[in-house]
Structure formats: structure tokens, C-alpha cells
């Protein structure tokens, strides 16, 4: 089957302690027997909707499970950590940001029609589902039309508009929300970040605990601090626009364009909320107000304008649309430098 090399792990993962809600529910209708045979695990990234998964698959193969969560000792958790569990299909894009193929989704009928390997459940774990195209999409949808007895199949998104809708409709979607402001910097500190950077990672990243650590790594930071000042220079007319889009096109490892443009998303919103009530802000930010023209509300019409621009191209690079990147870019940046002229 087209999937990328297994996964290992060197213990069960756990849930996340904004996860309790949606962790007791859905044991609950395991231990009853109840589950669904579709699962569509949605929210924000960067709120662990993955390790979520992790930690219900191997519940749901667990032998003896322990207080409500996979003991991480009995043959089926070993083979579990070992990614290679006979009863356990994890399917991805076969790079990083690619697209999950027709030719995987329809090699699912092999695995889900046959017999139970260690005669339990048998679990299909898809993650990004937006990575589907139609065709793909659909391939899913006769799995799950007609599901096979004791498979469950656990879909994740961070895009749930992306997926069809009559996909949606066929699974229990179960929201992951941002926790409170309290519980994501307990969970930074707890994780070694001290107050002042968990703080201003935390709100980059939207409440999102896991991408805000993410955000916290020197790499992240340095990429970051480099964009913005790209988005400086191009504002001042010292940099291309164009040049500018090339040099952005393919992010640093570890760096997704469409996290580049969160970011954008967020400064943009600081500047209008720094403009609009009066107050002071980050020195960089306002070396970029005063270069706006005028002061009145009014004026800060094409700034909206803009923002629109880049939420729509953040929706873009999260669908199946695939667009140019290099010209999706350009016409930012030159729209960007259109601001301060």
C-alpha cells in the first residue's frame, strides 16, 4: 500500500489536559461498545488532535486497558509502539504537504475487508483528511457507505470545510477547541518556556499550546523575525516584491507557507487594533503604521481589504486547489507594498 514508512513510538500517548471532555465521552461510547465507525477529529492546529488519535487507537486495540487509556504493556500495545499492529492503518500524504492519492484511499478495501488480525477492532487513521481531492474523497466515501464490522475510522482536519460534505456527514465530528488562556501557559511552563515568550508564542499561535512550543524553537523564531523583516523592507520600497515572493516560496524546514501567512494574519491585526484605539505597540510594528497613509479609520479600508486577501489564499494552500505558490506570493507582496505607497 502507498503509505509512508510506519510510525514508532517508545510509549502510549496520553491525552493533552485540555482533552478530558472529548476523551471521557468517546471512552465511554467505546466501553459501551457504541463507538462510531467514523470519527472526524476537527480544530485549530496545534491542539493535539493527533496525539488524540494516537492515544484512542491504542486504547481501542488494548487488551486490558488501565483507568481509561491503553496499558502500553500487552502484546497488542507493543505491536502498536512498534508500528506494526496487523490491525492498525495509518494513511498520509507521501510528503510532507502533498495530497492524500485516489490510489491509497481505494487500497483501503484490502485492509478493511479482511479478517481482524488479533480478532479485536481494526483502525484507519487519515490525517490531513483536506489533503483528499474529490476523487479521493470519494474513494473514502464507499468505505464509508458500507462500513465493515469493527473497523473505525478516525479522520483528522485542521480544514473541515475543505472535506465534502456528505464525508462530514458521515462521521462524529468531535471539536477540539483553543483551551483557556490559564491552561495552555500552565502547559508552556510546564514545558520548560518561561512567562514572557510562552506568553507572546501563545498568542501567535492563537491559543493553540502545541504550535506555540513549536513557535518557541530558536529555528521558528529565526524564520520568523526574517519574514517580517522581508514585509518591512518590500513596505519601504527597498526590497522587490517580486524578488521578495521567490525568496518566501519554499519556507524553511520546518516553516509552512500557510504558517508564514498566519503570521501576516496576526501582525496585520495588531497594526489595525494599534491604529484604531490609539495605542502603542511593537517598535517594528509601528516603523509600519507610520508608513500608512493617514490616520483615520477610513484609511485603514485597504488593510481589511488586505487581510481578506490573505485569508483567502490561507483557504487556497489549505484545499486541494494546489495553487501556484510563487504567483499566489506575488500578487501579495505587490499588493503588501501597495499599502504604503
Known amino acids: 500500500m502507498?503509505?509512508?514508512e510506519t510510525f514508532e513510538y517508545k510509549s502510549i500517548p496520553v491525552p493533552l489536559p485540555w482533552h478530558s471532555e472529548q476523551w471521557q465521552r468517546l471512552g465511554l461510547q467505546l466501553q459501551a461498545g457504541r463507538c462510531p465507525h467514523a470519527l472526524l477529529l476537527t480544530g485549530p492546529e496545534g491542539l493535539g488532535k493527533r496525539q488524540f488519535a494516537a492515544a484512542f487507537t491504542a486504547l481501542a486495540l488494548c487488551e486490558q486497558p488501565r483507568a481509561g487509556q491503553a496499558c502500553g504493556e500487552c502484546k497488542d500495545c507493543r505491536l502498536w509502539m512498534a508500528g506494526s499492529h496487523p490491525d492498525f492503518l495509518q494513511v498520509e500524504p507521501e510528503k510532507p504537504g502533498g495530497p492524500l492519492k485516489v490510489e491509497q484511499i481505494r487500497q483501503l478495501g484490502n485492509f478493511v475487508s479482511r479478517t481482524s488480525g488479533r480478532g479485536?477492532?481494526?483502525?484507519v487513521c487519515l490525517s490531513p483528511a483536506e489533503a483528499m481531492n474529490v476523487n479521493?474523497?470519494?474513494?473514502?466515501?464507499k468505505n464509508l457507505e458500507e462500513p465493515a464490522p469493527s473497523v473505525i475510522f478516525v479522520l483528522i482536519t485542521d480544514a473541515p470545510t475543505g472535506l465534502l460534505p456528505t464525508?462530514?456527514?458521515r462521521c462524529q465530528s468531535i471539536a477540539f477547541p483553543p483551551p483557556t488562556v490559564e491552561v495552555a501557559l500552565q502547559w508552556l511552563y510546564s514545558n520548560?518556556?518561561?512567562e514572557p515568550l510562552a506568553q507572546r508564542v501563545l498568542t501567535l499561535a492563537g491559543g493553540a499550546p502545541l504550535l506555540a512550543a513549536e513557535l518557541a524553537e530558536p529555528k521558528s523564531r529565526e524564520v520568523r523575525e526574517q519574514f517580517f523583516k522581508d514585509l518591512v523592507a518590500v513596505a519601504q520600497g527597498t526590497a522587490s516584491s517580486v524578488s521578495t515572493a521567490g525568496r518566501w516560496e519554499t519556507p524553511a524546514e520546518g516553516v509552512e507557507l500557510v504558517q508564514l501567512l498566519h503570521f501576516w494574519q496576526?501582525?496585520?491585526t495588531q497594526m489595525v487594533q494599534i491604529r484604531s484605539c490609539d495605542l502603542s505597540g511593537d517598535a517594528q510594528l509601528m516603523v509600519l503604521l507610520?508608513?500608512?497613509p493617514g490616520s483615520s479609520e477610513q484609511n485603514l479600508q485597504p488593510v481589511f481589504a488586505f487581510y481578506d486577501h490573505l485569508l483567502q489564499a490561507r483557504k487556497g494552500l489549505l484545499g486541494t486547489a494546489n495553487p501556484n505558490r510563487r504567483l499566489l506570493l506575488e500578487e501579495l507582496f505587490i499588493r503588501w507594498a501597495k499599502l504604503f505607497a
Not at 120 to 123: D, E, M
Open 2 to 4: 502507498s503509505v509512508p
Open 120 to 123: 479485536g477492532a481494526r483502525l
Open 136 to 141: 479521493a474523497a470519494n474513494a473514502l466515501l
Open 167 to 169: 464525508i462530514r456527514s
Open 192 to 194: 520548560g518556556l518561561e
Open 266 to 268: 496576526h501582525w496585520l
Open 290 to 292: 507610520q508608513r500608512l
